[in-house]
């Protein structure tokens, strides 16, 4: 990118079954903390972005960038919501991006909200499923956990992945979490808890899947002239790509590459003139154990087949070469759908602001959100001030 988007405020809620807050509720939390963090005024943000997968099944509202707008007192202003199944907070904050490039407007919000416990499990289970094919995957039976579940079957097949492996990344993940205030589980895991854990869907089990959550973040963002008159060192974003591929397992050349996210990886190195091995800290789509490796395998921090290996050997813990999700990720800070791109951008703008809770000492980060089994892929890389 020519120019670079400055964030100026971050906030975030926690995340997990907040049964007490409601849909604006949870927003309000996140847009007031961004707007404390960015030393901004409500009267500064010239339109809002919202990531929202499906608050017309969770909660019964549409029309929800309306009904926000308008709870948060900023009306007049634009208010836009973005929906890409869980990709929908990555994909709103790609608008925000490219709002601040096109000179359109100055300073935006952006923000992802999900309310998803309100329903029962198997309520949960089809609305998620909404976003795979209906006609090639749905109506057959096939849930979020199936298709993973195929996804991680091919991989064990293909490169030899073990199933010790897959759940040493959710053991990783809710290790990193026990440091995060906000996230929904801060309890320690053992590979054995993995595999005693329930069977959803051979051969994920309940501790290899991300969790139903409740949450909202936002954050701040600004043209590179403007925030200056806010702040002397704001964390930047470099780079914002987003790439498609098949809705349907069946119709992808292969299960286990997530060629959407290839393509989207290579604009953004390019866009960001980095590689890979530049990357010092990142937060993935891990909504299943095995989705975390194919994330790492296809941003190319690891090589196609060896994502198992690398948790295994300690890679991607936070003390590794590349750590992965230090805020205990999709899997056990929580994945309200909707609202999870922009969770993982607060995270990094964190990270590079010295401030996270499991700091990890870094200038260049990655966040990489995906929506469906891996048909939509949004990247951004963060860069620091
Ligand atoms: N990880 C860790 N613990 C979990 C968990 C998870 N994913 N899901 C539930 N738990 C815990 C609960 O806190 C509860 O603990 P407690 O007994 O100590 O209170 C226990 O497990 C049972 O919880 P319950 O709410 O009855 O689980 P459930 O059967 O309703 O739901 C899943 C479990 C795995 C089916 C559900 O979390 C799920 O569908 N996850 C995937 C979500 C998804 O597909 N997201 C989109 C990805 S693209």
Same mark, same amino acid.
């Given at each position: ?16 079954? &907040? ?71 990555? @994909? ?8 601040? &490039? ?68 959710? @053991? ?214």
């Amino acid at each position: 990118m020519k120019k670079r988007v400055a964030v100026l405020g971050v906030g975030i809620t926690k995340f997990g079954e &907040l049964w007490d807050k409601s849909f604006s509720d949870l927003f309000l939390e996140a847009g007031i903390k961004a707007i404390e963090d960015a030393g901004i005024e409500g009267k500064d943000i010239e339109a809002l972005y919202i990531g929202n997968m499906s608050a017309g099944r969770f909660i019964d509202q549409e029309h929800i960038a309306s009904l926000i707008v308008d709870h948060a007192g900023l009306t007049p202003i634009p208010a836009v919501r973005v929906e890409n199944a869980c990709a929908s907070g990555g @994909v709103a904050l790609r608008q925000g991006v490219m709002a601040i &490039l096109s000179g359109m407007h100055k300073i935006v919000a952006v923000a992802g909200v999900e309310k998803m416990t309100d329903v029962v499990t198997e309520k949960t289970t089809e609305i998620l499923a909404t976003a795979a094919d209906q006609e090639w995957e749905a109506f057959i039976g096939l849930t979020f956990p199936g298709l993973y579940a195929l996804i991680a079957r091919r991989h064990m097949y293909e490169f030899g992945t073990t199933r010790e492996q897959l759940a040493l990344v959710a @053991v990783k993940n809710h290790k990193h979490a026990t440091k995060n205030p906000l996230a929904q589980f801060r309890k320690e895991i053992t590979v054995e808890d993995v595999l005693r854990s329930p069977l959803v869907a051979d051969p994920l089990r309940l501790l290899d899947c991300s969790p139903i959550s409740d949450g909202a973040a936002c954050i701040i963002l600004a043209d590179e002239e403007i925030a200056k008159e806010y702040t002397d060192s704001p964390v930047y974003i470099i780079a914002s790509a987003q790439a498609s591929s098949s809705i349907n397992l069946s119709d992808r050349r292969s299960l286990v590459i997530q060629e959407a996210t290839l393509y989207a990886a290579k604009q953004a190195y390019k866009m960001a003139r980095l590689e890979p091995k530049d990357i010092q800290v990142a937060e993935v789509h891990d909504a299943f154990t095995i989705g975390e490796i194919l994330a790492i395998e296809a941003l190319g921090f690891v090589q196609i087949g060896k994502g198992g290996k690398a948790v295994e050997e300690g890679e991607t813990w936070i003390g590794g070469k590349i750590p992965i999700n230090p805020s205990g990720g999709l899997k056990a800070k929580g994945h309200p759908v909707g609202a999870t791109g922009v969770a993982q951008a607060v995270e990094i703008v964190l990270q590079l602001r010295g401030k996270a809770y499991n700091q990890v000492d870094a200038d260049y980060g990655l966040t990489h959100n995906i929506g469906g089994s891996g048909s939509t892929s949004v990247i951004h890389i963060f860069e620091k001030g």
